[in-house]
């Protein structure tokens, strides 16, 4: 299946001289996830959420600095590629080229909506969630929301009022409080803007779409839809479980080949704004993590994700990276903060072998309780 069914000429465009003043209105106006930039007749980028949020100064401010460069696809690219090429770049859009010219986009919901049509869309919300979901309070502050948002490089988050689910606040429901009409609040990015104060209760979604975690991919997807949300909390038993996104969805289709026969293990890494990595040196050592593990792990998907902070020592600068490890039966997500990308990634590996190894010896022990404890110790 390609993109050339799903690609919509329905987009917003803005030149690359415009300012954030003047691109806020068309993400407000058109629900769209970004703008595409243009310098004259030619396309330069995309203009996201993600990226405004990543670098919020004051409203006057040229989006030069906030334009995404994104790979460029055809009619013909699969929609499996189509989607690996989504959550490499952490883009929710992708302009589709036709002779070297603009036809259209693709979207995250049309991909989610053609892959939900297939017995993809039979699978539960369980298999593809992120569980160990982030939270914040009802009366935490904005400016926590940002650092959350920025650190960990998501876009939702649930927010807990006395243990319990109370709401959930997104990148979007920050992006609001950006009003063109006040010049105070288009510095939200800086310490001391008083916006960074207001308690996120005042600006989250007080009902909250849930799913259960046994709820089809194909309902899910639908209700995303529907509601016009990137993101489910799944819910069970007065518990959170886990969150579902868009991008959950994208990484599991990614995995996927042609024949919908999926591979042993899929790899998908982006690096946000960072510049100096070795992809060699992190596919080899995943490689060699995965065949470590193999027996245990069986088969899914891992996405390693990169992201350099300003801070530097001695030239080296600061880099946060967060591998997300996702098998049949199991969801491990680990984090390394180093100086350098290679530090950083030692690091959060080291984590998600520990994970792994303590989820091994739990599942053997239960597997062995009553058994053959010879056994157990070949199998460790």
Request: charged share 25%; glycine share 6%.
């Amino acid at each position: 299946m390609n993109v050339s069914d799903i690609t919509t000429d329905r987009f917003e465009k803005i030149d690359t001289k415009a300012t954030l003043q003047e691109v806020l209105p068309l993400l407000r106006k058109s629900h769209k996830p970004a703008v595409l930039a243009f310098n004259g007749k030619e396309y330069v980028g995309m203009v996201t959420e993600k990226s405004i949020v990543g670098s919020l100064r004051n409203l006057k401010t040229g989006i030069n600095g906030m334009i995404r460069k994104t790979p460029k696809i055809t009619p013909d690219t699969t929609i499996y590629e189509a989607a690996r090429l989504m959550v490499e770049n952490q883009t929710r859009q992708l302009p589709v080229f036709d002779k070297a010219k603009v036809k259209g986009v693709v979207t995250t919901e049309s991909l989610m909506q053609r892959a939900a049509e297939t017995e993809f869309g039979d699978r539960p919300v369980s298999s593809m969630m992120s569980e160990g979901v982030i939270s914040l309070d009802a009366e935490d502050h904005v400016g926590k929301l940002i650092n959350v948002l920025r650190e960990e490089g998501i876009s939702r988050v649930p927010v807990l009022s006395k243990g319990k689910l109370a709401g959930i606040v997104t990148m979007h429901d920050l992006l609001q409080l950006i009003q063109p009409n006040k010049a105070e609040r288009g510095d939200i990015g800086r310490d001391h803007s008083p916006t960074r104060d207001i308690k996120i209760k005042d600006i989250m979604t007080d009902s909250v779409v849930t799913v259960k975690p046994d709820t089809t991919i194909r309902d899910a997807a639908a209700l995303m839809i529907k509601k016009d949300i990137q993101g489910l909390v799944v819910y069970d038993n007065k518990k959170v479980m886990g969150i579902l996104t868009a991008t959950d969805v994208l990484l599991a289709l990614a995995a996927l080949k042609k024949n919908e026969i999926r591979t042993p293990f899929t790899l998908q890494m982006s690096h946000g704004n960072l510049v100096d990595y070795d992809k060699e040196y992190v596919q080899t050592s995943l490689a060699s993590f995965i065949k470590k593990f193999e027996k245990f792990l069986v088969g899914g998907y891992v996405n390693v994700y990169f992201k350099q902070h300003k801070e530097t020592f001695r030239g080296t600068p600061l880099v946060l990276c967060r591998v997300r490890l996702k098998t049949d039966h199991s969801y491990y997500n680990a984090k390394g903060e180093g100086w350098g990308a290679d530090g950083a990634f030692h690091i959060a590996m080291s984590t998600l072998e520990r994970q792994v190894l303590n989820d091994k010896e739990i599942f053997y022990d239960k597997r062995y309780t009553n058994g053959n404890i010879v056994e157990k110790l070949d199998i460790l």
